[in-house]
């Protein structure tokens, strides 16, 4: 098979809507999993696809990805973005987090500190269950099922009974002009409260958000005390993002 016809038929399985995995590309083709991470390379270059740690998806996010492909899509730059955000926290202080996989991140960053940390997530406050020195206050609400997260009226009045030294919340989409948005309203308006009921008021967002707008709006740029990403985003998105608020870019 020729290397067209190969990355032809990747693009099939790309619209089908499923991400793609190297070593099944791999297995599929008959060739070497370098072959495979060649051909999405250059399908990525022209934007048909956007590489995902171990494989890849569609480049149009305008749906959300299941909770397992959310693990692992750009795990290593929420790493980076994790660590930052965790340099930022001091002992001793309140914390919100909300649910999502950046934010899981954040969680076992923070593991070994000195707090009291609020979230959302179930995910993320089980990851504290062995840390004898931070308390979980974890938010009620209904439960949204796909990623976990607790939302609606009853999350909203907890979130106001608080104010918090440091929130860390994620978003779907971030356009410079029209703000942070995701898919969901329960989970904009949850979000929104959270930013609002902090000291500091921080978005933690890898490089694939940027320029993508979703249906929900979070909150306007200016809204922000510092935006969290990685390396990845274009020189010109952050300058554009620095005349709205702080940005740190996690290397």
């Known amino acids: ?52 740690h171990g494989g890849a998806v569609s480049p149009q996010l305008d749906s959300e990805l299941s909770f ?10 929420k790493r980076q973005i994790a660590l930052a955000a965790a340099n930022l926290v001091q002992d001793g202080e309140t914390i919100l987090l909300d649910a999502g996989t950046t934010s899981r991140e954040i969680a076992r960053a923070l593991c070994g500190k000195r707090l009291t940390i609020a979230t959302n997530s179930m995910d993320v406050a089980c990851i504290f269950a062995e840390e004898p020195d931070i308390e979980v206050l974890l938010l009620g609400g ?16 907890m979130l106001k009974l608080f104010c918090f030294d440091k929130a860390f919340v994620a978003a779907n989409a971030v356009d410079c002009m029209l703000g942070a948005s995701t898919h969901n309203l329960a989970e904009a308006e949850t979000k929104g409260l959270m930013l609002q009921s902090a000291r500091q008021s921080i978005l933690v967002v890898d490089h694939s958000k940027f320029e993508q707008k979703t249906f ?29 608020t702080q940005v740190l870019v996690a290397e």
Do not use: Y
């Open 68 to 77: 397992h492909d959310r693990e692992v899509f750009l795990l290593d730059e």
């Open 142 to 157: 209904a439960w949204r099922k796909s990623i976990n997260s607790l939302v609606g009226p009853l999350t909203n009045a």
């Open 216 to 244: 929900c709006k979070i909150c306007n740029l200016n809204e922000l005390s510092m935006i969290i990403t990685d390396s990845g985003t274009p020189k010109d998105t952050l300058d554009c993002l620095r005349t709205h």
């Open 1 to 52: 098979m020729f290397a067209e016809e190969r990355r032809n038929k990747i693009i099939q399985l790309i619209k089908s809507g499923h991400p793609v995995k190297v070593v099944s590309l791999s297995i599929l083709f008959s060739v070497s999993e370098a072959t495979i991470r060649r051909d999405l390379q250059e399908l990525e270059n022209i934007g048909l696809l956007q590489r995902t």
